[in-house]
């Protein structure tokens, strides 16, 4: 697989007779490995390792309604009282994102409610805190760690 923009980290991975597959620690079953996923497994683990984030209150693929149809929300951290914190919306890496990518995180998010929302393909990654009220949004030149977009959201 591709070398990410993330730090490297260990995963399960096996050889299945219809392809690869990695195990996923929060949905605690393997998961075919397709370009996105591995983004995916990257960057959660990243926000738990690196960003202090606790591992019980991440969601993998959490399902919602958009616009009447089933979505899945790639990854979804929620504060302690199980609200969603931050969204965030994964491309394979040789995914560009541009407007399209993160206007499909945004959309979600209107629905979601998080206030902060990252999209990335594993090598750049946009992060930017939500303001509903103004229906705006402010781009930062990086993720806080959890404890900050904890007090950040208030």
């Not at 980290?9 to 605690?28: A, C, K, L, M, S």
């Not at 990257?42 to 969601?59: C, D, K, M, N």
């Not at 919306?89 to 979601?112: H, M, T, W």
């Not at 990252?118 to 959890?146: E, Q, W």
């Amino acid at each position: 697989m591709e070398t990410l923009n993330l730090p490297t980290y260990d995963f399960r991975i096996e050889e299945r007779t219809n392809g690869r597959v990695v195990y996923d620690p929060i949905r605690q079953t393997y998961v075919r490995l397709t370009p996105e996923e591995w983004v995916r497994q990257h960057f959660v683990q990243y926000l738990i390792q690196e960003q202090g984030v606790p591992a019980g209150l991440v969601a993998i693929e959490a399902g919602f309604q958009y616009q009447g149809q089933p979505r899945r929300a790639d990854i979804l951290a929620h504060d302690r009282q199980g609200d969603p914190l931050l969204l965030v919306e994964c491309k394979a890496p040789r995914v560009s994102i541009g407007q399209d990518a993160f206007d499909q995180g945004a959309g979600y998010n209107l629905v979601l409610g998080a206030p902060f929302l990252v999209v990335t393909n594993g090598k750049m990654h946009y992060a930017c805190r939500i303001d509903f009220d103004d229906r705006s949004y402010t781009f930062l030149d990086d993720l806080p760690r959890y404890a900050d977009l904890l007090e950040r959201a208030r």
